[in-house]
């Protein structure tokens, strides 16, 4: 059972917006920075947005990071076939995870 | 480039010991804190633990604290983690990943550990 919450998959069409969701509480989430990571099978996780919503370098500006309250939400648009991960939600304190949300790019 | 290469990974039997190493290159080790992340097969992400950049201070996630132990060798830009008293429940690939800016901005390979008899 992880910290914080997501949904274990979405799906969208390629071009098209997704939005992926990450509850969590004071103890975490709203308090504490945010930061989303990619995942490909087999891979070691990527980080893709760090303190809420700043991209790495070389991270394309189609993914996204916004958190409001007790929750936060990855964006990503104009979704490709190979955006298609596993992407999960970290909160800094506690070194906290969600479980992980699987996009399937249709 | 910056480098993360972890090893040591292995199968091992309930409540015996491994240690894990991981070799950074490619940027100021001794600047970062470190940390150890690992990830079950077919399940998510746990912080394990991790150490400031003088060795000085460590953390741990509660499942792990008493048996691993977390350490560093700036000398030879290298990260460990001591594993004792090993559990089915260790099953895992583990990384190694550099922190920055309030998360993990640099990850190794990783090096699985199975533990079974």
């Not at chain 2, 950074?24 to 912080?47: I, N, T």
């Not at chain 2, 429940?89 to 008899?117: K, L, P």
Request: charge should be neutral; hydrophobic fraction near 30%; glycine fraction near 12%.
């Amino acid at each position: 059972q992880s910290v914080l919450t997501q949904p274990p998959s979405v799906s969208a069409a390629p071009g098209q917006k997704v939005t992926i969701s990450c509850s969590g509480s004071s103890s975490n989430i709203e308090n504490n920075y945010v930061s989303w990571y990619q995942q490909f099978p087999g891979t070691a996780p990527k980080l893709l947005i760090y303190e809420n919503s700043k991209r790495p370098s070389g991270i394309p500006d189609r993914f996204s990071g916004s958190k409001s309250g007790t929750s936060a939400t990855l964006g990503i648009t104009g979704l490709q076939t190979g955006d298609e991960a596993d992407y999960y939600c970290g909160s800094w304190d506690g070194k906290v995870f969600g479980g992980g949300t699987k996009l399937t790019v249709l | 480039e910056e480098q993360l290469v972890e090893s040591g990974g292995g199968l091992v039997q309930p409540r015996g010991s491994l240690r894990l190493s991981c070799a950074a290159s490619g940027f100021p080790f001794s600047h970062y804190w470190m940390s150890w992340v690992r990830q079950a097969p077919g399940k998510g992400l746990e912080w394990v633990a991790n150490i400031i950049p003088d060795g000085s201070y460590t953390d741990y996630v509660d499942s792990v604290k008493g048996r691993f132990t977390i350490s560093r060798d700036n000398a030879k830009n290298s990260l460990y983690l001591q594993m004792n008293s090993l559990r089915a429940e260790d099953t895992a690939m583990y990384y190694c990943a550099r922190e920055v800016h309030y998360a993990f901005e640099i990850w190794g390979q990783g090096t699985m550990v199975t533990v079974s008899s």
